[in-house]
């Protein structure tokens, strides 16, 4: 396994301490939330990234990629009828996958259910805005190197691309090498009518999951809730998943560092369980 830990969780340290942190924990990597590093990550020059990405290595750790990409700045949005919104938007996209292969990472993931909202009774026209967007930010990664991940979210956090299905049928539309989708644990737990490890046996085969988060669908980290994972492991084991894992629990018990250290006690423990 190659395990990455989704900074915010540890967002209250510096960026230097939060990769200590994640080394000493035995993590290979932080995964990084643009909005952790400034209010406007778009703004980040190349110098900036440099810098992080030394402060990375010097604690023996990479940066694997970038999540949570439209938090910030304020307002955007991949479905908004108004296309100065949209084309700021796309303008942060690019400028985030530039971003990502600057700091040495390989992929992004677009979550952000806010920024992607079909509006009611227009969803065809929302969702023609988003393809356009996808295909920009596609394009940029793949100038950029970079793989581009729709992620696909449960029905209570946003409208559009709810299911794996979904999200690769709008990989397929755009037509990009660089656009893939993901799994997220707790999303596929609440939406989808199968179980994660049936998704991914069903997907990995076809080269369209390109990434992968473990959190319960309590919003805690693999190990604090009632879901078990080891079926996980096993498919991935089986298909001999190459890609990275992002740790991405929503509430840290009892606080970020410890959920952190439990999270990767845990998965390891259970890997080396696994016959």
């Known amino acids: 396994m190659r395990l990455a830990l989704c900074?915010?969780?540890?967002?209250?340290?510096?960026?230097?301490?939060?990769?200590?942190?994640?080394?000493?924990?035995?993590?290979?990597?932080?995964?990084?939330?643009?909005?952790?590093?400034?209010?406007?990550?778009?703004?980040?020059?190349?110098?900036?990234?440099?810098?992080?990405r030394r402060t990375a290595g010097d604690a023996g750790i990479a940066i694997s990629g970038l999540h949570w990409l439209l938090v910030?700045?304020?307002?955007?949005?991949?479905?908004?009828?108004?296309?100065?919104?949209?084309?700021?938007?796309?303008?942060?996209?690019?400028?985030?996958?530039d971003l990502c292969a600057e700091l040495g990472g390989g992929y992004l993931v677009h979550g952000s259910p806010a920024q992607r909202m079909l509006e009611p009774g227009r969803e065809a026209e929302g969702r023609g805005y988003a393809l356009e967007c996808l295909a920009r930010a596609a394009r940029a990664a793949e100038r950029a190197g970079v793989v581009y991940c729709l992620e696909p979210l449960s029905p209570g956090e946003t409208n559009f691309v709810t299911g794996i299905a979904e999200a690769v049928a709008v990989v397929e539309e755009i037509g990009s090498p660089a656009l893939r989708t993901m799994l997220d644990h707790r999303a596929a737990s609440l939406g989808e009518a199968v179980t994660p490890a049936a998704l991914l046996d069903r997907w990995l085969p076809t080269g369209m999951i390109a990434h992968l988060h473990l959190n319960d669908r309590n919003r805690g980290a693999p190990g604090q809730g009632e879901d078990r994972f080891a079926p996980v492991l096993e498919v991935l084991r089986r298909h001999r998943y190459p890609g990275w894992i992002g740790i991405e629990p929503f509430v840290y018990r009892p606080d970020g560092p410890t959920c952190?250290?439990?999270?990767?006690g845990y998965l390891q423990g259970l890997s080396e369980s696994l016959p």
Do not use: H, K, W
Not at 260 to 264: N, S
């Open 260 to 264: 952190a250290a439990r999270a990767i």
């Open 7 to 52: 900074n915010e969780v540890v967002r209250e340290l510096s960026f230097a301490r939060q990769c200590a942190l994640a080394a000493a924990l035995g993590y290979d990597a932080l995964e990084v939330a643009p909005f952790t590093l400034a209010d406007e990550p778009d703004r980040l020059d190349p110098a900036r990234a440099a810098a992080l």
């Open 72 to 97: 910030a700045p304020p307002g955007l949005s991949i479905t908004s009828a108004d296309p100065e919104i949209r084309a700021r938007t796309v303008a942060v996209m690019e400028r985030l996958v």
